[in-house]
């Protein structure tokens, strides 16, 4: 609550004491974001992106407004607490086409990104989502189909992927991979392994049995049927 005022003048060698140092604030609002940013995150990975800001709010054990303030808007909360993750793809591309190994590079990169996507069921709606003006979100998706054909021919270029190889199989696994995300902890990383583990055995060059055509599968597309929700 607010001081009640005074007939008397201020002293002005006595601190207020209804007003923090600057300092202070700072420190308190970072706290409040981390406390948010962490809750979002824990309640995104367990329940998907759709929880109600009130409910992060609740969990944060702050409320409403300071949610508010420092995240006006759901799209600007959920860009906060993928940054990372997004950040950790890039790099987890950049060391697939740095490996010499083309196919260990690409197994690598697949192992990767199917541990963090069967661990986190938030993180892969928030890259599916839409999330205009906070999020370039098209090209952050261009440029994860570009560098996973990218990784697809140099495996190809080396001999050791299949020939009928096609980059939407990689989409296939995704799409299956996802289910395993609101698997325990203890199951989802463990199968999520099995599940890359047999398919990149069928991938290898080797496989003389063909394969039907490939679906036309994209990004974009796997968002627009799946019905992954934009920023609402």
């Given amino acids: 609550m607010p001081a009640q005022p005074s007939r008397k003048a201020p002293d002005p060698t006595r601190a ?12 308190d609002a970072r706290k409040n ?5 962490r ?7 367990v329940d998907g ?5 009130t409910a992060i709010a609740r969990r944060a054990g702050v409320g409403a407004a300071t949610l508010y303030r420092h995240f006006p808007s759901r799209v600007e909360l959920i860009t906060a ?16 086409f740095e490996d010499p190994d083309p196919w260990h590079g690409l197994c690598s990169f697949l192992d990767k990104v199917c541990t963090a996507q069967a661990a986190d069921r ?11 003006g906070v999020v370039d979100i098209e090209s952050e998706r261009d440029g994860a189909e570009a560098g996973l054909a990218r990784l697809v021919r140099r495996a190809k270029d080396a001999g050791q992927l299949r020939q009928d190889f096609d980059p939407s199989d990689i989409i296939l696994l995704l799409l299956a991979n996802v289910g395993l995300a609101g698997q325990s902890p203890h199951v989802s990383p463990a199968a999520s392994r099995r599940l890359v583990a047999y398919l990149l055995q069928s991938f290898r060059a080797g496989q003389t049995n063909p394969l039907p055509p490939p ?11 799946a019905g992954v929700p934009g920023p609402g």
């Fill in 16 to 27: 207020d004491p209804s007003v923090a140092a600057p300092g202070a604030l700072r420190a």
């Fill in 33 to 37: 974001r981390e406390r948010i940013l």
């Fill in 39 to 45: 809750a979002a995150r824990e309640a995104y990975a």
């Fill in 49 to 53: 992106i759709d929880v109600p800001m």
């Fill in 81 to 96: 607490v993928f940054a990372e993750q997004f950040a950790q793809c890039v790099a987890a591309f950049d060391e697939a």
């Fill in 122 to 132: 938030g993180f892969g709606a928030a890259f599916l989502g839409q999330f205009p």
């Fill in 215 to 225: 679906a036309p599968l994209t990004l974009r597309q796997i968002q627009e049927h």
